[in-house]
């Protein structure tokens, strides 16, 4: 079982940037995936940004060049940086870390992001 802790939200003008972060803990194994989702109020949760192990990234359409998912694998860490935000990025935000090629998958409970217009 894996443990995911959050932290980095907050409020923030529009245009404004804030960091994520979110820390693994417990049997963490080498080839994972490692990313963040969101859900808006009335919305489906919905992926923002991944990272593998291997180090391959994707990001939505909606982020492509305004945040960057980056991640120290001997820290168990991986990050959000976020730029330019918009009242639209308004979410609480997810770390997901998901075991490739199994079915283990692990959810971090969530940190607000509000950008205010």
């Known amino acids: 079982q894996v443990q995911l802790v959050e932290s980095g939200g907050g409020l923030v003008q529009a245009g404004g940037s804030l960091r994520l972060s979110c820390v693994a803990s417990g049997s963490i194994f080498n080839n994972n995936r490692m990313g963040w989702y969101r859900q808006a109020p009335g919305k489906r949760r919905e992926l923002v940004a991944h990272s593998t192990s291997a180090g391959h990234t994707n990001y939505t359409d909606s982020v492509k060049g305004r945040f960057t998912i980056s991640r120290d694998n001997a820290k168990n860490t991986v990050y959000l940086q976020m730029n330019s935000l918009t009242h639209q990025d308004t979410a609480v935000y997810y770390c997901?870390?998901?075991?490739?090629?199994?079915?283990?998958?692990?959810w971090g409970q969530g940190t607000q992001v509000t950008v205010s217009s």
């Open positions: 997901n870390y998901w075991r490739l090629g199994t079915t283990e998958s692990s």
